[in-house]
């Protein structure tokens, strides 16, 4: 549990230094550091999932947190439409995580 919050701290940090990045390189290297996160997410995901569930039910859960990728970049399409400005886009998808870090 603790490495599944540290890393999406990481991919939350990441993103709101994106959103204030002054520069490119600033930018460029703020993207990096969500993109660590996100990979330790993934993998405290699927380790969470493998030590919670026996062998029998572990297809199934692995396809429903790989859905919620699935699903969640499919929401971000018409919310992008609704919302033209990528650092504002990028605001309102940090504040959507938020409530992940609380709980």
Known sequence: RFASIASFAFVQAGSLAALAAPAYTAYALARFLTGVGVGGVSVADYVWVFELVGPNK????????????????????????????????????????????VY
């Open 58 to 101: 572990r297809s199934q859960l692995m396809i429903l947190s790989s859905t919620s990728f699935a699903l969640g970049a499919m929401f971000l399409s018409p919310l992008a439409l609704a919302v033209p400005l990528w650092r504002a886009l990028s605001l309102l998808v940090f504040l959507m995580g938020l409530p992940i870090l």
